[in-house]
């Protein structure tokens, strides 16, 4: 009998179990036709679990429920994993870190989240405290983060996985690039995590929510009032249009959004589109074709060219990691895919792995949205590219092209945005 999961597939604490069982090889399939509030209420599911909580992971020897349980269970099923650690020390770290991260960020997160969702009553004073102990376990994990690239040892563990897990709903639901922005090292952990193949491959796209849910509507209903004697309008007087009565609960009508600083630039003759086709068209002579045309159609009036350096290459110690933090960065980039071209670069074929990029931004300067909303752009040094020096116009040339070797070191991976 193969390993079944009886969840919902968006359910967070089934993922835990999911990205496990993809780090140690273990096939676990989806109940089928699982439906929450249904399927947990039949005898059959009791039997599993007599209070009707998920998830249950359905096994050979019996049923497992709690999620850190079945994470746990799904871990120990294969002898030769690192996911728990090499000695008694880092086991206890691991479950040290399990625990902190299901108390007190789990904890607040859903403290925070479910009255605003209509699961619970919304007490202002109980939100304020939840926030605040959110912000406290962040503040540790920030601190520890500083120095570390995972929770426990070199690489991925059980830790990681529970506690990206127990992320995952603060980030894609309540909180804010604003919010989050406090905790850099927490923000540069999560997507390295939700990056790494194992954890995409079940987890999925992931975008960071831009509000808060409002609180659920309270709506009372409108009182009819007395009809009053029409006045006699005065033909002199301009009275002023009446304003709709509103509910107090209702939302503010939507402000029109107001347009992005790069729209209102002067035209240019650059179209960075038919830049980004050229781009991606050219398979031979990319010199003579692609680099050319970049050339001709490049409008230094228009849009500026930036070299950028990793700050922190000596902590680039694991190939894969450092691809998937570079990843995270294109994807955060993703707001400014409309006025930007990149190409970043991982250097060497040995430990620390260098990163450099190139970047072509829209306008003379590089954008204070993009600034301000990417918080990867403060982990790099940035040079604005001397168009007059040969020397740096050709370095541009071979970071488009990928040329090899770069600087007198191999490639290790490039990647584009575009």
Known sequence: MALVMHAAKTNKNAFKTLITAEYVGVEVK????????????????????????????????????????????????????????????EYGHIEQWIDFSSLEIDTNVLKWLMPRFGYANYVAPVEEAAIAGLKRALGALNTHLASHTFLVGHSVTLADIITTCNLYLGFKVMMTKTFSAEFPHVERYFWTMVNQPNFSKVIGELKQTEAVPPLPSSKKPVQPKEAKPKAEPKKEEKKEAPKAETNGDEEEAPKPKPKNPLDLLPPSKMVLDDWKRLYSNTKTNFREVAIKGFWEMFDPEGYSLWFCDYKYNDENMVSFVTMNKVGGFLQRMDLARKYAFGKMLIIGNEPPFKVKGLWLFRGPEIPKFVMDECYDMELYEWTKVDLSDEAQKERVNQMIEDFEPFEGETLLDAKCFK
């Open 30 to 89: 989806w109940a089928e036709k699982f439906e929450m509030g249904v399927s947990n209420k039949i005898p059959e599911f009791l039997k599993m679990n007599p209070i009707g909580k998920v998830p249950v992971l359905e096994t050979p020897d019996g049923p497992v429920f709690e999620s850190n349980a079945i994470a746990r269970y799904v871990a120990r099923l294969k002898t030769d994993t690192s996911l728990l650690g090499s000695s008694p020390i």
